[in-house]
């Protein structure tokens, strides 16, 4: 019987394209008996294919992403070059071309998704992308199928390993963000450039294919509210703490009253939480449906051997159904629902105020609040600077909406007795 | 066209059956429409049609198995009602007849599941199990195909809720074992006759079914060694959190050396394992691949609610293959594996030993563990009765085979300084 035929695109030696030919290599029988046919990888797309690369064989490296396409003995097209451009349009024309798609790209699926799917079900073919959120964690697959008897009415995520591991650091060490910065960057776990990172670029993106398969809504990385964390100072951790709290970039999402809320911000979240407790480099996806309750999908969201185990299981699925002769069954509909304003949404909030530390003044606050009806939960005085005369107020709240809340920080901000409104987080549940 | 076709085998009200019916009613034309295709619930097998059940309607029940199968409309069989007979012998005849099958049942998939999943093969259908372990948490599909390029090394798993729920109970109240049992039968999580929970039958199948995906090995129940929770004091988790640690019902499986170690025992683990914080009626199960590492899925292991969810999924996926016409792809061949002998196995070990309260008792007991090269982590004496003159130590040691620490038992119970081993447990990792 014929081989089935694979190409890759992208391959940086320690990276995902990496992590995929060492797995391949190392476990090909295993994978082809499998499938029971014979993988072949048949072609590597590379920007330099003079670059000397180990152990890849030189005679699969190209640079002419329409000579692979020419090849009819390509089945599946495996993209992990990562960015909007080009790979977009190769998936594209992959695609069009009647080639299975495996994609590890969360910006391309997240802008152009809806989009390649529907090419995909035109051509016949798949588009299958699980290493696109969450590492090697199951998580697109068991929504497209092990939950879908399921109302999911929440989906809250730890989807950025970055952010989380100095979340983590500034969390036990009391290091504050320059320098948790500066530690992943040198463990490399953070770019040169992390705003991707560090300002929930890369958690939105992943969001909104989240959104897209656990609400059947057409949802864009735009839709998502997004806050970074640059804001974070070492004693919001420990104000957080002593409250009983983690302070976590959530990823989080529901349906209310028929509209799309989605938002990546740092949130406290009680330590009692599942999510509470995952750290460092750790990523976790928690689902809420109607018939299941809560359930949590945790492991290394990224790195080449997790990121490869999801793109090989896809490459395995598909190479199945083609042995197989099994047709792709229909893509479930998507509706377009209103995405809600970030105001609407109804939170707690904690508050970190500096205030001059004399007598009236929370009275002046909490009469501000009281007028937005914001009820105060609790309000800690934490820190005194007796030179500069100022207190540090930790006030949390109960449920208000944030458009309230942001129309009473207004009002608040403008005291002359309050210095400086440091943060204000919501807290989950 | 034509309507999809269901069958189900048993509808107690309360139970799993009753709450895929009432699920199914809920959600049915959400199901309809991801399927393409109308679902038709055509009957319900119970034991008595006259029972009065609330919201079932009474022109599907059916007490003739037979005449279900008859009925040429039946295109899936979902199997709900537990235990291995007539169960098993109803999941046969459905497949033999070119019925797709989803089942609940564990014991039928431990001790028959190779078989059956062969007959199903053999007839071109496909048999679904994705509720017969961790109730509604997606573990059979994840290790079925989201982890398939992965060499799994061990699966490690908190599988039964009832027990997890009594040994929190014993963790946090310092209740005993006769009462964390009377609390969990009051409370309807243990049955009045708790044997398979609290023996570790119930986990036994469960790790079977798990290890037959994660190692393509044919496993049976008999092959898991186990040792049940009774034996638990209360001190027990006193001294285990002294040490950092908790104490968890553990299936825990690995191939070593080509062969299968298996087990369900109450096992010691580091408080800062992600299993450790499994609590109250919630199962894990943790998954370490090659490539992945290691990925922990979470949620409720039981109830109506969480198991329609599996199983609903199992039809919805079944049913989008019947209208894209997609045949089954084949099975992937288990293997027959030798399975070790517990005591080949290397861990760790939490001895709690009554001696007499005199100089050189554990010189002596130190003696014995080291003539067979254990070595001890750590001795404590936590507790001396001053009447009897006797002193409780809790020793721990470093790896150790269990047969070497079943010969040094043996020569410390014959101490005449050693009043008691009160328990043997395994330590995690």
């Known amino acids: 019987m014929a081989n089935i035929g ?3 695109l992208g391959a940086r030696p320690g990276n995902v394209g990496g992590g995929v030919l060492a797995a391949f290599e190392a476990a090909h029988d295993r994978y082809s008996a499998h499938v029971g046919r014979t993988l072949e990888l048949r072609h590597i797309l590379v920007r330099d294919a003079s670059t000397p690369r180990a152990g890849v064989p030189a005679a699969l490296l190209s640079t002419d992403f329409d000579a692979i396409l020419a090849d009819p003995e390509v089945h599946i097209v495996i993209e992990v070059m990562g960015g909007e451009t080009p790979a977009r349009d190769y998936i594209e024309r992959a695609l069009a071309s009647g080639r299975h798609v495996v994609t590890a790209n969360k910006e391309v699926m997240a802008k152009h998704g809806a989009d390649l799917l529907a090419t995909a079900a035109k051509h016949g073919v798949r588009l299958l992308y699980e290493a696109s959120v969450g590492g090697g964690i199951p998580i697109i697959s068991p929504l497209s199928r092990d939950l879908l008897a399921n109302d999911i009415t929440a989906v809250t995520a730890i989807i950025n390993g970055t952010t989380n591991y100095m979340l ?18 040198r463990l490399g776990y953070a770019e040169p450039d992390p705003t991707a990172d560090v300002e929930g670029i890369d958690a939105a993106y992943k969001l909104a294919i989240l959104c897209g398969l656990a609400f059947h809504v057409a949802v864009s990385p735009d839709d998502v509210a997004r806050q970074g964390i640059s804001s974070l100072a070492a004693r919001d951790f420990r104000y957080a703490d002593a409250l009983g709290y983690a302070i976590k970039l959530l990823a989080t999402a529901r349906l209310l009253d028929g509209g799309l809320v989605a938002s990546v911000q740092p949130t406290l979240i009680h330590r009692d939480e599942p999510l509470a407790k995952v750290d460092g480099v750790l990523n976790a996806i928690q689902i809420e449906g109607d018939l299941v309750g809560r359930v949590l999908f945790q492991g290394r969201g ?3 051997g997790p990121t490869a185990s999801a793109i090989l299981a896809d490459v395995l699925d598909v190479a199945r159904d083609i042995v197989a002769g099994r047709q792709p069954t229909e893509a479930i509909q998507r509706r377009a629902v209103p995405v809600h ?18 007598p009236g003044v929370l009275a002046r606050i909490s009469g501000i ?11 800690i005085q934490f820190e005194t600077d007796e030179d500069a005369r100022t207190a540090e107020l930790v006030i949390t709240t109960h449920q208000a909406t944030g458009s309230a809340l942001d129309t009473a920080l207004a009002d608040i901000r403008a005291l002359d007795t309050v210095t400086e409104i440091g943060n204000v987080l919501p807290m989950a549940g």
């Open 302 to 304: 990224a790195g080449p």
């Open 341 to 358: 304003a970030p105001g609407v949404h109804r939170s707690r909030y904690y508050l970190r105020v500096t205030v001059a530390d004399q």
């Open 369 to 379: 609040l009281g007028d937005r009806e914001i009820s105060i939960a609790s309000v």
């Open 168 to 185: 983590t650091g500034m969390a036990s060490g009391h290091v504050d963000y320059a320098d948790a910065l500066a530690e992943a960057q």
């Open 6 to 8: 694979l190409a890759l």
